[in-house]
């Protein structure tokens, strides 16, 4: 592929979707997706059966049926989420993926991430604190940091990458969703994150399994002092990796410069082998899991900062497993 592609929508100098411009960025750029997955601005949701004196019948001595209404309102439930969707670019060339970048030139991506998570943190969170060391904005993302008129629950910083994942364009870039709603994945880790704190006097499940994997050395597949990558005991996919703060981490914004020179290193080292292990340019879903925006002092602090590989081949370059879209 060439370095600059005049149809892509994410080289530096190009017009996007909407008619903006892109600015002759150097290394990320962040902007408000042209298509958002969700608004900031959303419709209320509306029941479409008429609630109230129809809501139950008394029926037999039984008790109650619900009728046809009523049964709906009880079963087809459904709200509005709120949110803002961005894009970030992870190169400036049109011809580069992570696994193509030295790690020194993804620090820029995960400051980046953190310039963003650190602008939507609730002013109330504990984090707010370490936010504040957070380094600051340098570039072009300004129009990005100022904080949402709405407070989001969480931020789900991703790559869909290749088109076997469905991405469309070529050109290197991940997508933050942050939305009202805490997502399903990180909701059930949560709970179990705040459960095993309970139980083990403060312990953190994911700072001990780090630690249990680096003494097993069964499954590490990378590590330095931050941090280790394995193949988790739980993996569904082939290939599947989680890359796992090695002590006790809540997100981003907890990380010094050496910590983020790591997760850089962490980070070119999976997507590395990756490539190298079917000599192609290998597809995967890769997300950070880390504390919500909001959340009470028992859900930050039990948050561990990690970052998921879903990788959907199989044996070969062209072999897929299908399991999410
Ligand atoms: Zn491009
Ligand atoms: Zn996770």
Known sequence: ?????????????????????????????????????????????????????????????????????????????????TGKCYVVTFSSMHNLTLADLKSPEIIPIISTWTQLYTAHISPKSPLAQAAKRTILPSDDHQNCLS?????????????????????????????????????????????????????????????DYAKLEVEKEERVVFKNETFVTVCPWWAVWPFELVIVARRHKRALVDFDDKERRNLAEAIADVTRRYDNLFETHFPYSMGLHQAPLEGTHDEIEASHFHIHFYPPLLRSATVRKFLVG
């Open 147 to 207: 904080r949402p008129h709405t407070q989001y629950r969480y931020m789900q910083i991703f790559e869909n990458k290749g088109a076997a994942m469905g991405c469309s364009n070529p050109h290197p870039h991940g997508q933050i969703w942050t939305t009202t709603g805490l997502p399903e994945e990180p909701a059930a880790e949560q709970e179990q994150l705040m459960k095993y704190r309970r139980e083990n006097g403060g312990a953190n499940l994911l700072e």
């Open 1 to 81: 592929m060439p370095e600059y592609d005049p149809s892509c929508y994410l080289c530096p100098g190009n017009k996007r979707a909407q008619g903006d411009i892109n600015p002759k960025y150097e290394s990320t750029f962040i902007f408000v997706n042209d298509y958002s997955a969700v608004k900031e601005e959303q419709a209320e949701y509306q029941q479409d059966d008429e609630l109230g004196s129809t809501l139950v019948e008394k029926s037999q001595p039984l008790g109650i049926i619900l009728t046809s209404a009523g049964l709906s309102s009880v079963l087809l439930k459904a709200e509005p989420v």
